[in-house]
């Protein structure tokens, strides 16, 4: 980890300047060494990674993160020829490692009407990638003591009691029985809890979509707050007894509205003040300014192999709903400093914002084998647990996760490593998730380990 600290350059440079008198001085007094500049040199880079405050990478150096720069190519080279042929419209990509910056590259438009080319500073409607931040801010408050995660939801939310099993036969009719085991905590952080997101085709699925965002997802429902929405999974039947099976769900919604219940501030100010402000993360949140907006990348859907604008695009103001599913927008760069914190072991400069062992309890796999091959799932992440059995690239202990937009990030601790892929458009393709990592762990030239 001594690496990532050497990309804070400014803060290095000023501790330099401050031990220029303390150097003068050593360089009078010895007699050997110090007159070799190899040595001087080294001596000030000790200093600097030893006394510099953590931060994101900022210098682009392919080799000195140990990726090889004409292997990093290969993923160029797929990304334009996807964007030339409008299966793709536009991206922009982060790798960092070892403290460098391995890769930072833009790709094609934002607007595939007006050819207006992708930026580094586009901002994306990041969906699902919501959760890993909802998911760290619950456990913020876990560190402060205001629950355990054994807990049952129904202590501080009494709308969850007595929660009950949806149970379809064949001809598709329905008998409820009392859930064996109460909704407890850590089922919301690791979609245990029996819930649904309303994503499927199945009857209960499709209960959920419509009670939670309208019929056809067409947000005409009655919800003006996190609360509204999430006391009505409260109304809802299970998919199976908490604890029972891993099942994809809005369960972040309920973590959201604990967040608010806990700490008395609505989610937004709470992510604002405990997190964003913090990883100076200023483009992420629930709604944007006038300038914010006009940086936001435009919503595109893919049909045919082919992309065109959406009709619709995402609310960029006026959301009240503080989502823990989904809502925010961010950039590749603020969510960039949001992984290296989790890399850093919860530390951003001279901030802790989480603990180690929170982080160490959170990528672990909560679940077993109920996710999938060589997958398991921690506390708001999914967990690669063996690499034959999952057939991909990576490492054991990676962790990472996607937005229904098409965006992805992936952490791995043992090869000190970051990489994130933003794009805007519907609907989800795991392809390109699949193959961004494949193409970037083909282009890692040495492992750490």
Not at 146 to 162: A, G, H, R
Not at 285 to 306: C, F, I, P, S, W
Not at 314 to 323: V, Y
Request: hydrophobic residues 40%.
């Amino acid at each position: 980890m001594v690496f990532l600290v050497f990309s804070a350059l400014e803060e290095g440079i000023k501790i330099i300047c401050h031990i220029q008198t303390f150097l003068l001085g050593l360089l009078i007094i010895s007699k050997q060494n110090f007159y070799d500049m190899k040595f001087l040199l080294s001596f000030i880079f000790l200093f600097v990674v030893l006394f510099a405050p953590a931060q994101i990478p900022s210098i682009l150096n392919p080799a000195r993160a140990g990726f090889s720069s004409e292997r990093l190519l290969r993923f160029d080279a797929y990304m334009e020829q996807k964007i030339e042929s409008e299966e793709l419209v536009g991206a922009v990509c982060l790798i960092t490692r070892n403290g460098y910056l391995a890769h930072q590259k833009t790709y094609g438009f934002r607007n595939l009407e007006t050819k207006a080319p992708m930026q580094n500073d586009q901002i994306f409607y990041i969906q699902s990638m919501t959760k890993p931040i909802i998911s760290v801010g619950i456990m913020m408050l876990y560190e402060e003591g205001y629950f355990e995660l054994n807990d049952p939801v129904s202590k501080y939310l009494p709308e969850f009691q007595n929660m009950k099993v949806a149970n379809f036969n064949e001809q598709n009719q329905v008998a409820y029985t009392p859930a064996a085991e109460p909704i407890r905590i850590w089922h919301l952080l690791s979609h245990t809890a029996g819930l649904s997101h309303g994503l499927g085709n199945s009857t209960l699925d499709v209960m959920y979509r419509d009670s939670l965002y309208g019929v056809n997802f067409s947000g005409k429902v009655p919800h003006k707050t996190i609360r509204d929405r999430a006391l009505v999974l409260a109304k809802l039947p299970l998919v199976a007894t908490p604890g029972q099976k891993w099942y994809y769900s809005a369960a972040p919604d309920v973590l959201s509205l604990l967040i608010e219940q806990f700490s008395g501030m609505t989610t937004a100010d709470f992510l604002k003040q405990r997190i964003f402000e913090p990883l100076e993360m200023n483009d992420t949140g629930y709604n944007l300014t006038e300038e914010q907006a006009a940086r936001v990348a435009n919503l595109h859907l893919l049909k045919d192999q082919k992309q065109t604008k959406a009709p619709f695009q995402t609310p960029t103001n006026g959301n009240t709903i503080f989502g823990g599913t989904h809502g925010l927008f961010s950039t590749a760069t603020d969510y960039l400093k949001f992984c290296t914190m989790l890399l850093q072991d919860g530390k951003y400069k001279d901030q802790q914002l989480l603990s180690p062992k929170t982080i160490e309890l959170m990528t672990s796999n909560h679940v077993g084998d109920k996710y999938e091959k060589g997958v398991g799932f921690g506390l708001g992440f999914g967990v690669r647990t063996d690499l034959a059995d999952s057939k991909m690239l990576g490492t054991a202990g990676q962790f990472h996760w996607t937005g229904a937009y098409n965006t992805y990030f992936f952490i791995d601790p043992k090869e000190n490593l970051v990489a994130i892929l933003m794009m805007q458009f519907a609907p989800y393709s795991d392809n390109y998730n699949r193959a961004f990592r494949q193409f970037v762990y083909q282009a890692v030239a040495n492992v750490n380990h």
